[in-house]
């Protein structure tokens, strides 16, 4: 799995290529609380090159999402697509999580 972070319109977004298990849900873990402690509350994170996702990868989507809301700020997902957008909608992360169909969308917000 590869992270790669860029700015977009002053949100840092996140897009995670791959399949996500135990192993990189640690390293997207630890990506994000680098980007926590430099200060970011809001994160976005483009799931449209995400081709797998574990139970140990939702779980770091959860904790991230609390982390941010304590400070206030949210996770916002998008471009699920396939057997990821299932999954989080199976297990109704999707409504933890607000969801987007793309990049500008999640930016904005709606």
Do not use: W
Request: charged share 20%; with cysteine.
């Amino acid at each position: 799995m590869t992270i790669d972070c860029i700015q977009v319109e002053g949100k840092v977004v996140l897009h995670v290529v791959g399949r996500m298990d135990a192993e990189s849900a640690a390293q997207f873990e630890g990506q994000c609380d680098s980007c926590i402690s430099e200060g970011s509350t809001s994160l976005i994170v483009d799931l449209g090159d995400l081709s797998y996702v574990s139970s140990m990868g939702l779980r770091s989507f959860v904790g991230v999402a609390k982390k941010l809301k304590n400070k206030g700020g949210e996770l916002r997902i998008c471009r699920l697509t396939g057997l990821v957008r299932q999954v989080f909608e199976i297990t109704r992360l999707n409504q933890l999580v607000p969801m987007y169909d793309s990049v500008e969308s999640a930016v904005i917000g709606g």
